[in-house]
């Protein structure tokens, strides 16, 4: 077995290269990962894509990159009560891809076990899976890039949108203790 496991949490993201796909735990701002997310920001990657349920607030968690323009792109499922975020979108500077909580979980669980994609029922009818949703504006107003239909299927009587599994180059968490798998914890022991 080799031993993955480091000392600190700049060691822990010194391999992340410009333009990685992060994959970031948490939930609004609790359980965020904010020592790795620091780390990162000192150490300089940008141009990255973040996968997470949000782009943290303006000038913390994730909204310290996003502040300095080291994300590029990122798929969230709630994007509200971040002005910079609202403003980057708006003006171009960064695209978004919309995605409903539950498949975003989904998503990553399945990228991890092997899945390619998979059928849900969350976004039929919507947007979502027909299509339409901005992902970059053009910093005129316009929509320069717009979310493709997805394929829909019936199963029974229902219909199901095919979504895409996501298999991110890293993953940041905040974790007390782990299966020894980790990088590194930021929460002291009790």
């Given at each position: 077995m080799i031993d993955k496991v480091v000392g600190t949490a700049a060691e822990a993201v010194a391999d992340i290269a410009d333009g990685a796909?992060?994959?970031?735990?948490?939930?609004?701002?609790?359980?965020?990962?904010?020592?790795?997310?620091?780390a990162l920001h000192g150490q300089g990657a940008t141009d990255l894509e973040t996968v997470s349920n949000n782009c943290g607030v303006d000038d913390w968690g994730l909204g310290r990159l996003l502040a300095d323009h080291r994300i590029r792109r990122t798929v969230s499922s709630y994007v509200g009560e971040n002005k910079e975020f609202a403003r980057q979108f708006l003006a171009g500077e960064l695209e978004v891809i919309l995605t409903p909580q539950g498949t975003l979980a989904e998503k990553l669980r399945a990228g991890g076990a092997g899945i390619p994609a998979f059928y849900t029922s969350a976004g039929v009818g919507t947007q979502v899976s027909e299509g339409g949703l901005p992902q970059k504006y053009d910093g005129g107003g316009g929509v320069l890039q717009a979310s493709e239909p997805k394929e829909v299927r019936v199963f029974g009587t229902a219909e199901y949108v095919l979504e895409e599994s996501l298999t991110p180059d890293f993953a940041l968490v905040h974790a007390w203790k782990g299966t020894g798998t980790e990088t590194f914890s930021s929460m002291p022991r009790p």
């Open positions: 796909s992060l994959a970031v735990g948490g939930f609004g701002l609790c359980g965020i990962p904010v020592a790795l997310i620091d």
